[in-house]
Each structure stands twice: as C-alpha cells, then as structure tokens.
T-cell receptor, first 111, second 113 residues
Framework: QKEVEQNSGPLSVPEGAIASLNCTYS??????FFWYRQYSGKSPELIMF????GDKEDGRFTAQLNKASQYVSLLIRDSQPSDSATYLC???????????FGAGTQVVVTP | EAGVTQFPSHSVIEKGQTVTLRCDPI?????LYWYRRVMGKEIKFLLH????????ESGMPNNRFLAERTGGTYSTLKVQPAELEDSGVYFC???????????FGPGTRLTVL
C-alpha cells in the first residue's frame, strides 16, 4: 500500500467548473498536509496547506481535511485553463519536515 | 528574493561516471532537503539538512550517493558511480524551519546512459 495515494487522472474539467482532487494517506500520525501544483517541467509550487480538521479556503482553492478518514482534498472553484497542471498531495508525518508525496493528479481544464 | 536554485538543469552521463548536483537554498533557510522523482513514480525524500548537519538521511538509496552542506549554505549531491536506475529529476527544497512549508527548486534532470 502506498503511503500517499492520489488518482493519477487526467481529470478533465470544463472552464468555470469545480475541480475536486482527493488524497488518502496511511500514517494516522500525520500532522501536516500540503498541496503543490506542478506545471510540466517546472518545480512544485505550494498552493495550500492544512493542519486541522475541516476546511481552509484561499481564493479559489479550498483544502479539506478529515483525519479520522485519513483523507485530504482540494477543490478548485471557477477552474481556468491556467489551472491545468499536476497537483501533488504531500504529507508530513514527523517533526523534521520530511514530505511524502502522492504520484499527483493531472488536471486539464478545457475552454 | 531569489528562490531555490539548482545546477545543472540537465546532466547526461554514462553509467559508471560521477555527477555532482548543486543546490542553493533561499537565503536564511537553515533546512535543506533533497528529493528525487524517477519516471512514473512519486517524488521521494532523500535527505534533510539542518544547517550543515544531516538530520535525516533515511531516503538515501545506497552508499553511491553522498550529500554535503559545508558551511550550512549550498549543498551538493554526488552520485558515484552512477547507475541506470539513478536517472530521474532531483529536486532540492528549503524552508526556514523544519515545520514550515518547503520551497522547491526547478530540479536537475539526470540521465544515465
């Protein structure tokens, strides 16, 4: 079983719609959760982080965390073609910063 | 403020040769991380420096990999001798503290022929 699992996609989303990305993790002691966006050939760019159960909103992005279900999600509202990228879920399970990544979900926003 | 930089951006070497990758973290970031993504797989942690000390090197695949961070500034990752399975993209990341989010560099794409 992978430690962090994501659907690889591609997730095709019409422009203006909501993209919903899911991530599950195996370590129940995980503390912090991050979403990175990676354009092809570029570096991962942090877009959201969440530490507590519930929702966290930042602009068009909402991260949702459910520690009991070991599940974290990312919603992208009003999707734009510029949102087309691979979205990486990353989990930090210890106090020293080591991140465990999922394989990423490719999102394609179609005009 | 300059971001994390890595050099070279691409490296093509033959099996058995040596390659050294360099990472310059964001100024003032004590924490420096190396990660690797091999084709079709997820990004995997290699090791973590706090200043010049190795805090966690649990992800280093074998003793052909040697990471250093002399003076607590830039870091190098040497692969000697390189094997075919070492091909991939090597990312460096830095953060102000171990609990803070990490900023990633553009990566070095290593191809071993």
């Amino acid at each position: 079983q992978k430690e962090v699992e994501q659907n690889s996609g591609p997730l095709s989303v019409p422009e203006g719609a909501i993209a919903s990305l899911n991530c599950t993790y195996s370590d129940r002691g995980s503390q912090s959760f991050f979403w990175y966006r990676q354009y092809s050939g570029k570096s991962p760019e942090l877009i959201m982080f969440i530490y507590s159960n519930g929702d966290k909103e930042d602009g068009r992005f909402t991260a949702q965390l459910n520690k009991a279900s070991q599940y974290v999600s990312l919603l992208i509202r009003d999707s734009q073609p510029s949102d087309s990228a691979t979205y990486l879920c990353a989990v930090k399970s210890d106090s020293w910063g080591k991140l465990q990544f999922g394989a990423g979900t490719q999102v394609v926003v179609t005009p | 403020e300059a971001g994390v930089t890595q050099f070279p951006s691409h490296s093509v070497i033959e099996k058995g040769q040596t390659v050294t990758l360099r990472c310059d973290p964001i100024s003032g970031h004590d924490n420096l991380y190396w990660y690797r993504r091999v084709m079709g797989k997820e990004i995997k942690f290699l090791l973590h420096f706090v200043k010049e000390s190795k805090q966690d090197e649990s992800g280093m695949p074998n003793n052909r990999f040697l990471a250093e961070r002399t003076g607590g500034t830039y870091s190098t990752l040497k692969v000697q001798p390189a094997e075919l399975e070492d091909s991939g993209v090597y990312f460096c990341a830095s953060s102000q503290s171990s609990g803070a989010w990490q900023f990633f560099g553009p990566g070095t794409r290593l191809t071993v022929l």
